[in-house]
């Protein structure tokens, strides 16, 4: 059965901890006083929106307020049944049960009216107190004695006894009367820090300022799913028109052999109704009784009346053609391909198909191939033309083509042991010195892999962030928005992981940028 303070709970505004008063209730169902709620609500005003203070749900305009006269009444009736002022609820040991008390003994344990109050023992040792039911935890647990100090090194209350030497002896114990002012300040101070308006104002302002954000993400993530939902549709679209495609030529194939072979057949049957007839005739011949008939017939027969000759009658079917399988297969790929080409344009913008390594770059330590596609590094010196654009002691080297806008991609094969980088980079970036390194700099981006850990490492203006991730795929994409100011690196591994995000301003053309720490590295740009 419920007790009283529980109903009390049950009864009470989680806004003023007190007693409803005038409730009402929200579309959520939940209940509140009714000046309670509209103060709060008063405070939510310059948001925009309205939310419940229990379960946080939302109302874009302010609810109206139905009073709940159920409550109303309930909770009247409770404070009605509640005891009067001075009225503890707690009776005097000696008297009736209706009878209240006003103190309590710790020493008798005894709760008494004020009949029975003096009549009580003047003695120190009773310590009267308001009245209680629990007596339990004004008493020391060790001597069973009343509380009356607080020792501050322990942070307990302690009884007389305890203060005589033993455990508390040396420490600082005041009186709990000193002891509770003392704490009373610091809590007061606390309460002045919390209390001033500008600190609640704050609050309000960085709530606001998340649930903004949060209605940003809704509002992306509402444009992604239409985005990725249109896609799709034109995707499937673009697959049922290339189906019925194939099937109309699969079935123009079938078409235009079937008229083929019965043509055929019917070429067939002529040569067989005419061979029949032949046949028909021979055998007439043959049993004919008159050899004058038999010898003038002028029809050739086919009959072996020359010497050593022999007519052969075979039929012979021409060669038909097949289905074109290949030409079928290639229209598929082909098809394919060009959903799948326009699909990534829809998703990255431009592709950088023509990608290519600019040697004018290249230090003297990295090799570019003749296709201008790879990096590697080179041991030996190989003594490029000399050029203001040329990095000097650091292999590595950028692309020819940049990008001063837009949103692109490209896709790198790397190494799979040595040291190795790939990013970005401003053609301001400096040419010499260890700040030319790429991600060494405020002008790069970069993400490294580096062999003696086995680990992809991501940096930017001289700053390292090490990354959980364990290579296990040398194909690298590297995904650029410019406007968005959005790098990206993806591991073409199955699945596909992405591995990092930079976000930035960007100031000038990006180009893309490799470097190679060591024999063995290098780098192919494949797309």
């Known amino acids: 059965m419920a007790s009283a303070a529980d109903l009390r709970d ?21 209940n509140f006083c009714r000046g309670c709620i509209e103060t709060t609500w008063d405070t939510q005003e310059a948001s925009g929106a309205y939310s419940c203070p229990e379960c946080r749900q939302e109302f874009k305009e302010r609810p109206a307020l139905p009073r709940n006269r159920t409550l109303r009444n309930i909770a009247e009736r409770f404070l009605s049944a509640e005891p009067e002022p001075g009225d503890t609820g707690i009776p005097c040991t000696y008297c009736d049960s209706h009878v209240p008390a006003v103190k309590s003994c710790l020493h008798c344990e005894a709760s008494v009216c004020n009949k029975h109050l003096r009549m009580h023992s003047k003695s120190e040792k009773h310590v009267l107190i308001e009245p209680t039911l629990d007596m339990g935890h004004k008493k020391c647990s060790v001597h069973d ?11 307990v209350c302690i009884c007389e006894s305890c203060c005589l030497p033993g455990e508390h002896r040396g420490h600082r114990v005041e009186l709990l009367s000193e002891a509770s002012e003392k704490k009373k300040e610091k809590l007061r101070k606390v309460l002045e820090k ?4 500008r600190e609640r104002e704050e609050t309000e302002r960085e709530a606001q300022r998340l649930q903004e954000r949060r209605r940003e993400v809704a509002e992306k993530a509402a444009g992604e799913t239409e985005r990725v939902t249109a896609l799709f549709r034109d995707i499937r679209e673009q697959l049922e028109a290339l189906e019925k495609r194939l099937l109309r030529d699969i079935s123009s ?43 003038q017939e002028r029809e050739s ?31 598929l790929l082909t098809g394919l391909a060009a959903i799948v080409t326009g699909v990534k ?24 191939s003749e296709d201008r596609k790879s990096a590697s590094y080179s041991h ?53 010195g260890d700040q030319s390194i790429i991600g060494n700099n405020k002008k790069s981006w970069c993400l490294y892999r580096w062999d003696k850990n086995n680990r992809y490492t991501v940096a930017h203006d001289r700053k390292d962030t090490h990354l959980p991730h364990a290579p296990s795929c040398s194909r690298i994409r590297i995904w650029l928005d410019y406007e968005a100011g ?21 100031t000038e053309p990006l180009h893309a940028a490799v470097y190679l720490h060591d024999d063995g590295a290098w780098v192919r740009i494949l797309k």
Not at 145 to 153: I, R
Request: aromatic share 8%; proline share 6%.
């Open 10 to 30: 049950e009864l009470s505004c989680s806004i003023c901890l007190s007693i409803y008063t005038d409730p009402v209730s929200l579309p959520c169902d939940h």
């Open 145 to 155: 004695e009343p509380l009356k100090y607080y020792c501050w090194e322990e942070s």
């Open 194 to 197: 919390l209390r001033p308006e």
């Open 253 to 295: 194939q079938k078409e235009k052999l079937s008229f083929t072979l019965t043509d055929l057949m019917e070429q067939l049957e002529i040569k067989k109704d005419e061979l029949s007839r032949k046949i028909r005739h021979i055998e007439e011949l043959c049993n004919m009784a008159d050899p004058l008939t038999v010898l």
């Open 301 to 331: 027969h086919g009959a072996a009346d020359n010497e050593g000759g022999r007519e052969r009658h075979d039929i012979k079917v021409p060669a038909v053609g097949d289905l074109d399988v290949d030409l079928i297969s290639e229209t």
């Open 345 to 368: 344009g829809r998703i990255y913008g431009q592709e950088a198909t023509d990608l290519l390594l600019d040697i004018n770059t290249a230090a003297n330590n990295v090799s570019v």
């Open 380 to 432: 030996t010196e190989l003594h490029y033309p000399q050029s203001p654009e040329r990095f000097q002691l650091v292999p590595q080297a950028l692309s020819s083509r940049s990008f001063p806008s837009g949103r692109h991609y490209w896709e790198v094969e790397v190494s799979e042991s040595e040291d190795w980088g790939v990013g970005v980079a401003f053609p301001t970036i400096e040419r010499g």
């Open 486 to 506: 959005r790098l990206s690196f993806y591991e073409l591994s199955e699945p596909i992981r992405h591995l990092h995000t930079f976000t930035a301003t960007f």
